[in-house]
């Protein structure tokens, strides 16, 4: 009877480590979960410490400034940009515009607050085809941007209230901080997309965005 009881014992502590492990406690904190093979993908694009990654990505969140560049708040949760990843539903802002080239859309990310504003696309690598990221101002004012923290070439492309294009530059260069790039009138929205894109669309000074669902 003794070593019955002294089994059963045996049994209850397994059981109860058991339940703790699957709960998430300190015993078993040391596991962590596989990054799957599309944040693996993901990680390529980014300028960020992998074990950083680890820690901060699905963090809870209620704003982007909770998460580490370039990691972005989005559904309460720090998650890599959807312009990486490139998922996009029925929610994500889309820009429809039109050159001498044809009729294009692309999807966005927008900022319009001064930290996302300031962060930009810092701290990336590249974006998937047809994403860009839309800055949204309050009013209309001349603008200037430069390439501090930024590793990828952009193209700006300025807007005016009225979804006419200002001008463009054209291929800036990474991590240059010197250069500032500038609007050559007052404008409400800037454009950045992948260095090149402005050449492949035709997007040009006098080049219309229909920019009706972010005045």
């Known amino acids: 009877m003794k070593k019955k009881k002294q089994v059963g014992q045996w049994w209850i502590k397994g059981a109860l480590l058991i339940g703790i492990c699957l709960n998430g406690m300190p015993a078993c904190s040391n596991v962590k979960p596989a990054v799957s093979a599309q944040d693996d993908a993901a990680l390529q694009m980014m300028v960020v410490d992998r074990s950083h990654f680890e820690v901060s990505h699905k963090k809870p969140c209620s704003h ?28 994500t802002p889309q820009v429809s515009f039109e ?86 009138d007052r404008v409400m929205f800037v454009i950045e997309l992948p260095g090149g894109s402005a050449a492949e669309y035709g997007i040009r000074s006098g080049s219309r965005f229909d920019m009706s669902d972010f005045r």
């Open 64 to 91: 982007t400034r909770m998460c580490p560049a370039p990691l972005v708040c989005e559904n309460g949760m720090c998650e890599i940009p959807p312009s990486i990843t490139g998922r996009a539903d029925e929610r």
């Open 99 to 184: 050159t001498d080239k044809g009729k294009f859309k692309i999807w966005l990310e927008v900022v319009d607050d001064d930290y996302t504003m300031q962060r930009g696309m810092m701290m990336r690598r590249g974006c998937q085809p047809g994403w860009g990221m839309l800055f949204v101002y309050p009013s209309e004012g001349m603008r200037s941007f430069w390439m501090h923290n930024t590793y990828m070439s952009l193209d700006m492309v300025f807007i005016r209230r009225d979804g006419s294009v200002s001008n463009v530059i054209e291929n800036a260069e990474p991590l240059n901080d010197v250069p500032r790039y500038e609007s050559t």
